[in-house]
């Protein structure tokens, strides 16, 4: 039997990540800062399905031991500091949690000399603005805040070790993927959980920031499932992952109002409170190799993808009310 570890595996990928390879019938093992933390692997139903292991990230030698012990086939990393907002506030936290673990897990199989693939996280964060072709592989990079510097640190560790010590390790650029389980201090669930509250009476308006900057998101149990595929080929090569499609704020406010039957403009206003210090203006991918070399094209619409966590959303504040 594969055995797969993961760290951040109470995450919204790592929960994700968790259940999809437990349905292909691997032992998992998660890892987590605090095993009583595990709401997403309930929501999910998969939370006596694997083994959880508490475990210090920032500690090499219990990396170290963790790796040793386990002796996974698989080893992902989705944990580290996740917010580009916080990132400019922890700067220092955020740079050693997205990098150190991702050394530390890549030092850990070079001195056991294990047999195993490594997937790691990255972001598309890393390029800053993008063209309005999108951004591939080979793209350059230009990061706009501490978490973007942070994940272009552990990329090139990644490429370093790959190429250095003859390492399956590949890297996951991945734009922006989203989903119920998605933490409410994401725009995007802020944007739902309000919209729900609304329609419930319990909220009478919306504050937000800049509305005309534009991302490219995606479902994340979609790109999940691209993790697992990079781990199939034959040589380790890393890979951008979007839907290629890019959709301005404004827009995705209006998308999850009208699922509600409600204009947006009545309960929406502007605060420059919330305009994020070196914000991307405009966010694409360009996911060709993806889709020639892993036969991976998304396929969940934004639209579906909103109503999906709109539907989640207003039957948890009803069951709960």
């Not at 570890?5 to 919204?12: A, M, P, R, Y």
């Not at 907002?85 to 056991?112: D, H, K, W």
């Not at 047999?115 to 591939?136: H, L, P, W």
């Not at 996951?172 to 729900?196: C, D, M, W, Y």
Request: glycine share 4%; charged share 25%.
């Amino acid at each position: 039997m594969t055995k797969a570890l993961i760290f951040g595996v109470t995450g919204q990928d790592g929960a994700f990540l968790a259940k999809r390879l437990i349905e292909s019938n691997e032992h998992v093992y998660g890892v987590t800062r605090n095993i009583n933390n595990y709401n997403n692997l309930k929501v999910l139903n998969i939370h006596e399905k694997l083994t959880l292991k508490e475990c210090n990230v920032l500690s090499e030698k219990e990396v170290t031991e963790l790796i040793s012990w386990i002796k996974p086939n698989e080893i992902y990393f989705l944990g580290g500091q996740t917010s580009v907002g916080e990132s400019f506030l922890a700067p220092v936290e955020t740079v050693q949690s997205n990098t150190m673990t991702t050394l530390y897990i890549l030092e850990a199989i070079r001195r056991t000399k294990l047999n195993c693939k490594f997937y790691n996280a990255a972001s598309s964060e890393i390029y800053g603005n993008t063209s309005v072709k999108g951004a591939n592989e080979t793209s350059r990079f230009d990061p706009m805040s501490p978490y973007a510097v942070s994940k272009i640190q552990s990329l090139d560790t990644v490429r370093l070790y790959r190429e250095t010590y003859d390492i399956y390790a590949v890297n996951g650029i991945l734009f922006n993927h989203e989903s119920f389980l998605r933490p409410e201090k994401f725009v995007t669930q802020k944007i739902i959980l309000s919209a729900t509250l609304i329609k419930l009476g319990k909220l009478d308006a919306l504050e937000l920031g800049n509305l005309n900057i534009s991302r490219d998101w995606g479902w994340a149990p979609e790109f999940v499932d691209v993790m697992k595929c990079m781990l199939q080929l034959d040589d380790p090569e890393d890979f951008v992952i979007g839907t290629g499609t890019a959709t301005r704020l404004e827009d995705y406010v209006r998308i999850v109002f009208d699922y509600f039957s409600l204009d947006y403009q009545n309960y929406i206003s502007v605060n420059d409170n919330y305009i994020r210090l070196n914000d991307i203006t405009y966010s694409k991918s360009d996911p060709s190799k993806a889709s020639e070399k892993l036969n991976w094209k998304a396929s969940i619409k934004l639209e579906q993808a909103i109503e999906m966590m709109c539907d989640y959303q207003m039957e948890k504040l009803t069951i709960f009310k």
